[in-house]
């Protein structure tokens, strides 16, 4: 795909200079990121801030420390400017927007019929570490993302990580692998994905714990698979099973696994598409852009900032 740059440096607060993108097509996600490291002007982030409802400046003042402040700003700017940009019709102003949770507290859009818009079936996920910030975006059906450093470091020892909060198969996969480092990158692929899939359930963590359920692949290829090596980079398909019920596997969801900007995992969990025409085994198509909202817009799909490593099949 080709890249497309659009910089946009006299910002207005009244104009909000968002360019609109058009909803993502069945079985499409989009992934919008930003890095807080470039996000640098003072005044940007003012422009950030009048976004937000008086409650959400009010949740962001109270966080203790200048860094922990910017990224909470960040996530909720990239938010109401991601779901801004696809009102192509009706351009909507993003510090208009309104957002619920459900009744597992996943927040969610909650349209306003007095400002004369049609609801639309979009749903949307937030991930973010200290260094990246990531929005995804569907249509009609549910998504979950997780991004995580490669470099995560972890308090314990893998394995005893693994034992604590994984299933049976995948400590026998953690532990077939011989070298830490490999080790060390599989365990953290595995945990992305395990928390996109929770994120997409509106689970949550402590509303799902991740020894309940498996996370397996298939092999890309006939033969032989070998544990000891990287199980997930070599998978055309990545699947969900109950760990209570082995035999049980859960078809309603699809997964992605990439590798972005060579410095973050990132996972995407989103529901099959179940309208009327809609194919079950549509395989997942994923377009992704860098931004500073306001300021740049790249679309990086194609580029070596996203690298397809698993559930991925390629177009």
């Known amino acids: ?52 409802s008086p409650c959400e400046k009010e949740d962001i003042n109270c966080i203790r420390g200048d860094d922990l402040r910017k990224r909470a700003l960040l ?11 696809y009102q192509i019709n009706n351009q909507v102003n993003p510090s208009s927007l309104k957002f619920r949770k459900n009744a597992h ?5 909650e349209w306003q019929d007095d400002d004369n818009l049609c609801p639309v079936p979009l749903h949307f996920n937030l991930s973010h570490t200290s260094s990246m910030i990531a929005c995804g975006v569907t249509m009609n059906v549910a998504i979950g993302i997780d991004i995580e450093e490669k470099q995560r470091q972890l308090k314990n020892n893998v394995l005893a990580f693994s034992r604590r909060y994984f299933s049976p198969y ?16 599989e365990f953290i692929k595995l945990w992305t994905l395990k928390e996109a899939y929770v994120k997409a359930l509106g689970r949550g963590f ?3 714990p991740f020894k309940t359920f498996t996370i397996r692949s298939k092999p890309a290829t006939t033969g032989s698979f070998n544990l000891s090596e990287d199980f997930v980079s070599k998978a055309s398909e990545i699947i969900v099973e109950s760990s209570d019920d082995p035999e049980n596997l859960t078809n309603e969801w699809q997964f992605a696994l990439l590798e972005l900007a060579g410095s973050h995992y990132a996972a995407i969990c989103m529901e099959k598409d179940k309208t ?28 070596d900032a996203v690298v397809a490593i698993g559930g991925l099949i390629k177009q």
């Open 1 to 52: 795909m080709m890249n497309i740059r659009c910089f946009q440096n006299n910002f207005s607060a009244a104009s909000f200079p968002l360019v609109p993108v058009q909803l993502p097509s069945r079985m499409e996600t989009h992934l919008w990121y930003v890095l807080p490291n470039e996000v640098k002007s003072m005044s940007l982030l003012s422009q950030y801030s009048e976004l937000l």
């Open 105 to 109: 507290g996943k927040p969610e859009v």
């Open 170 to 185: 995948e400590v026998k996969i953690l532990t077939a692998i011989s070298d830490p480092e490999i080790q060390h990158q």
């Open 75 to 85: 996530a909720r700017a990239l938010v109401r400017t991601t779901i801004a940009r």
């Open 206 to 208: 402590s509303g799902l």
């Open 276 to 303: 009327v025409g809609g194919e079950a085994n549509t395989p997942m198509k994923l377009t992704v852009w860098k931004t500073i909202p306001f300021i740049e817009d790249e679309c990086v799909s194609g580029t």
